[in-house]
């Protein structure tokens, strides 16, 4: 399957950061992903970090689970995601940085607080983005995300800090560069804050230096199932710099080094 991205699009990108893509990922692949969601819920990899909520729901998330799971493999090389995020962009080389797995089941109230990602992941550059795929019909009370649009253009890199009780993935240490997030939660009114409902196969698109968070999902009767999947395009280098993510450290590259390695391969794109 191919899927060329609109000059809309591509200018929604560039413009804000964010958007969505209605009807991206066919039905065969959400049964697939579906079912390899299960398995890892069931059987978790070694990066797992998931909590009770204290309503009675539970948050599961992994990542780096396309290493141990060949639907998740298949996904991010041979779907549309690689050429989709070739286009966005604008790059001659693409890597995969990794992917990872959301599930805020029914009556999981805990919010997803604000942040940009790219201060937690051990990389330089600006091509770097996300395709974040629904797998369940999709609303604010059941946990849709929302964006600052444009917030990608600040050039304020945001200090890094634990989501939930997540023992596998450590503590941030602090930044001297980074700053606190402001409180936007509590000045929303300050903030163009948007959001997209989703039906399952809709996903958002969004840079790595978008500010976003998501409410917990207040729903009694359904899931909110989120797998996400990180390109990184020509410009970006390893950068092992104080308080990134731990599991996404590789001990073979150098500072300054393209990511060309096992855990970060190069995709080949069909033009």
Known sequence: MTRQATTDELEAYQRDGALVLRNLIEPHWLEALAGAIERDINNPGPFFHGYDAPDGGRFHGNLRIWQNDPIFKRFCLESVLPALAKQFL?????????????????????????????????????????????????????????????????????????????????????????????????????????????????????????????????????????YAVRYVGDDVIYDDRLGVSKPLLNSTLVNGEALDCEQYPVIEVSS
């Not at 946990?143 to 009780?165: D, N």
């Open 90 to 226: 604008d790059t001659q080389k693409l890597n995969l940085l990794y992917d990872q797995l959301f599930v805020k089941e029914a009556q999981t109230s805990n919010r997803t607080r604000w942040h940009n990602d790219q201060p937690y992941w051990p990389i330089r550059g600006r091509q770097v983005l996300s395709f974040w795929v629904a797998l369940d019909h999709t609303t604010l009370d059941s946990g849709a995300l929302e964006f600052v649009p444009g917030s990608h253009k600040w050039e304020r890199w945001f200090q890094p800090e634990t989501f939930g009780i997540t023992p596998s993935l450590g503590v941030y240490e602090r930044n001297p560069d980074y700053e606190d997030i402001p409180d936007i939660e509590a000045n929303r009114a300050a903030y163009p804050i948007v959001s997209w409902e989703l039906e399952p196969g809709d996903v958002y698109l969004f840079h790595a230096m978008t500010v976003h968070g998501s409410p917990g999902n207040a729903r009694g009767d359904r899931r909110r199932r989120g």
